[in-house]
């Protein structure tokens, strides 16, 4: 399905499912919808040479897709598994088979804490309604994926407002990996942010995108919705942050996190670490947007966090272009883990959490206010 | 020309002109050459998947591959520019126009001081030379190109006896950017010290080499000497680097230097000044390795230091591939600035500069031992 096709897409999909909601939809493309038993991604993989979506059928096809990154960013990646559950259940009706395919769903990627989550949630739905008729069943784990993604929505809009607030007027921002539209069911998560504080007109005066390698995907996905918002920007190889950070150019770091440990360790794309030290350093407010589902309560800190290694690929060859000698070995790390203590706050729907973070985010798993 | 001829040139050239020193080179490769008129380049824009060299027959040529970077690596381009006065000479009898010449080369990139510090040399060389009669100012002054390129190889291998001092056995060593063989006349400088000490049977554990964004050098170079030399070692992106230093697996970062101002303020490779402040902040040694012509001792710290920036399609273009939408607006300085505070040494062919560096590179500059 190629790009012209997207106005179709949402006006048959997207926008008809959340019409009840407030146009919270500003992006020209959508990053993943599901009618009539199709999970459909936009492929992230080529973005933005070729804008082009994959369909999926199959909880093998979503498990794939998340995989090979068709679909990335902690919250995308959360509502991609959790139609994966409902097609997983459309296959299998048998339930140990069908708790099969949510294993091997989980097990696509293991940093990001959003996948397991959204399983665990629809599990929790098959659960409560597997005595029912299965059509029923079906019907309340499609109901519970749509929540899902339009709680997504939602949520990082409430994000958004909430983290627009640490945004000085005139601020030149520096971001991270994708955090966008397309890391998330919609609107995006730290993007969301930077978007809201520029359309509450706020002057952004600058944002800096970091390439992100090895995936590129500041280069390929967030420059394009940067441009796509009209927000005047730059991209920088990664290694330049540091430099505009020491001589006082940039006014805050805001990015996402892909889980967040109970005692506010954030694991995010590589590359967050290195920038947390050059902020500390220099005295750069440096925060994470995280939805509550990324933050895994059952864990102490951040060294609890598996962090996913990659194919060395990704770093010798770019779309197929070899840039290593062929043998190289690689070392791939996709996250690195931040420590709580080089982060200002982690924005949250609920809130900002402030230090000390292992106290407030208790509090915020206990369910009070923060 | 292809590599299949190195052999040939190697024997024909190289060799041949440093007969009387000891067997120095252990590459499998020629960076730079210069026989009958003509200066043969290694060609470092693609390398490692094609190994083919250039010719230049006129100081136009050689401005355009020092720009174009098909010769890189400071000490490299003094060696190439050296060569291209030589050529100045050959094409402009008079002296005006000679000179201009030289203006126009020493321009071709602004930051490391190896390319006016060569071309001073030889424009020292005709000042003593110009009322000779032509051939024989010829001959002086490809006499002194051919000295500036001897000495660095023998410079290299001082430096890289005095470095492999600080490595200490079982050492896992990060290093950033190419700072081998091609970044010179041979040899190298940190990549150097790292050779040194792995034939000095130190049992290197490992090199890491950062990739180094935008060029790649790290991936495409680097990678490719450590596989000639067959050094145990892994490619990463170069966000990488500050877990591997955080976690302890960095014994000591050795990486080279563009422009060394005369507090010890040291322009490199851009990412080098991030890496300073991860090794800063977890106390792992930090040594830069510049021959005494990278050290600008006519400025007083880094603030002085020009800073390269290049075309936006370093960062927009991977070898002709886009990965970032068209019409990105970019920010690509190719150095920046690690500050004296962040080094543990200098590595010379003098000795080693330890702090306090202002007093012992003013000491240098007097002539008076380290």
Redesign the interface.
């Known amino acids: 399905m190629k790009a012209k096709y997207w106005m179709m897409y949402r006006k048959a999909g997207l926008m008809c499912s959340i019409a009840n909601e407030e146009k919270i939809m500003d992006e020209s493309f959508v990053t993943l919808i599901f009618k009539k038993d199709t999970l459909t991604l936009i492929d992230q993989r080529i973005l933005?040479?070729e804008v082009s979506y994959v369909d999926c059928k199959t909880y093998e096809e979503v498990e794939f897709a998340i995989r090979d990154m068709i679909v990335r960013g902690a919250p995308a990646i959360g509502a991609a598994a959790a139609y994966g559950v409902y097609l997983a259940a459309l296959q299998c009706p048998d339930e140990a088979e069908f708790k099969k395919a949510c294993e091997f769903l989980s097990l696509a990627r293991p940093t990001a804490v959003n996948l397991g989550w959204a399983i665990n949630r629809m599990l929790a739905t098959y659960e409560h309604s597997k005595t029912q008729p299965r059509d029923a069943l079906l019907g309340s784990l499609l109901s519970e994926a749509d929540a899902i993604r339009e709680e997504d929505i939602r949520t990082n809009k409430q994000m958004s407002r909430i983290g627009s607030a640490v945004v000085p007027n005139n601020a030149t921002i520096l971001t991270h990996c994708n955090t966008g539209a397309l890391a998330t069911a919609g609107w995006g998560t730290a993007l969301g942010v930077i978007k809201t504080a520029f359309y509450d007109k706020k002057n952004i005066f600058f944002v800096?995108a970091d390439?992100t390698?090895?995936r590129?995907q500041g280069?390929?996905l967030t420059?394009?919705e940067?441009?796509e918002a009209k927000i005047p920007?730059?991209?920088?190889?990664?290694?330049?942050?540091?430099?505009?950070i020491?001589d006082g150019k940039i006014d805050l770091v805001i990015l996402g996190g892909d889980r967040v440990a109970s005692n506010g360790d954030v694991a995010n794309k590589?590359?967050t670490?290195?920038l947390s030290?050059?902020c500390k350093?220099y005295g750069v407010p440096f925060y994470s947007v995280v939805p509550i589902s990324t933050i895994d309560f059952t864990i102490p800190d951040g060294s609890a966090i598996p962090i996913e290694e990659r194919e060395a690929e990704e770093?010798?060859h770019?779309?197929?272009?070899?840039?290593?000698?062929s043998?190289?070995?690689?070392?791939?790390?996709a996250f690195?883990?931040t420590p709580h203590q080089n982060l200002t706050g982690i924005i949250t729907e609920k809130g900002i959490i402030y230090p000390p973070f292992k106290e407030n985010i208790e509090r915020l798993r206990r369910g009070e206010t923060l």
Do not use: C, H
């Open positions: 933005p040479t800096y390439e390698r090895p590129f280069a390929r420059a394009w940067l441009m920007s730059k991209l920088i190889p990664d290694s330049a942050a540091a430099t505009l020491r590589l590359g670490f290195a030290v050059i350093a770093v010798t770019v779309q197929g272009v070899q840039v290593a000698p043998g190289m070995d690689v070392f791939n790390p690195d883990v």
